[in-house]
Antibody
């Protein structure tokens, strides 16, 4: 069965970086995109960006452009998202999701990233 | 960016009711629209893609319709497990954008 398992919660200071992993299984990794979505406490869903697991092409939300990098590792079928220069408003639960032609279908369990001094 | 506007923002209904949630796009997105259900403290669950196609394993009590700029999600015969927050998302173009959510509560 399709599974996406994310790394554990992180607490970071402002200005630091965080890397969240998303280990996938149960499907052909390179046939899909990985999408990242975040949700600040009590707020709605915000699209962070997307990466093609086939060729590594990325699209990022303008709001995080220059601070976010998405990568994939095909041998381990794992996707990564790094956010640099963290600010307090980056505090959120970050989700990865598998995506093909019909939007996200399977989701990871979420990773809480807390940015606090 | 394409703005997605859901209505209502919240909705009270009883077990057994049928409810409809609307999602409007600020410009035409053909049928590139998805719906998600989210319960407190949990990841979103994908319900519908291409405006009206059910994701695998989603019961037929959920249905979607629409094209262009106006879309609806209908949930029939509400059960306690259906009370949650529902989001729409357009995937016609980047950046992908979500509606603000509709919280469905028990009356």
């Amino acid at each position: 069965q399709v599974q996406l398992v994310q790394s554990g919660a992180e607490v970071k200071k402002p200005g630091a970086s965080v890397r969240v992993s998303c280990k996938t299984s149960g499907y052909t990794f390179i046939n899909y995109y990985i999408t990242w979505v975040r949700q600040a406490p009590g707020q709605g869903l915000e699209w962070v960006g997307q990466i093609s697991a086939y060729n590594g092409n990325t699209d990022y939300a303008q709001k995080l452009q220059g601070r976010v990098t998405m990568t994939t590792d095909t041998p381990t079928t794992t996707a990564y998202m790094e956010v640099r220069s963290l600010r307090s408003d980056d505090t959120a639960v970050y989700y990865c999701a598998r995506e093909a032609q019909g939007g996200p279908d399977y989701w990871g369990q979420g990773t809480l990233v807390t940015v606090s001094s | 960016d394409i703005q997605m506007t859901q209505s209502p923002s919240s909705l009270s209904a009883s077990v057994g009711d049928r409810v409809t949630i609307t999602c409007r796009a600020s410009q035409g997105i053909s049928n590139f629209l998805a719906w998600f259900q989210q319960k407190p403290g949990k990841a979103p669950k994908s319900l519908i893609y291409a405006a009206s196609s059910l994701q695998s394993g989603v019961p037929s009590k959920f249905s979607g319709s629409g094209s262009g700029t106006e879309f609806t999600l209908t949930i029939s015969s509400l059960q306690p497990e259906d009370f949650a927050t529902y989001f729409c998302q357009q995937y016609n173009s980047h950046p992908r954008t979500f509606g603000q959510g509709t919280k469905l509560e028990i009356k």
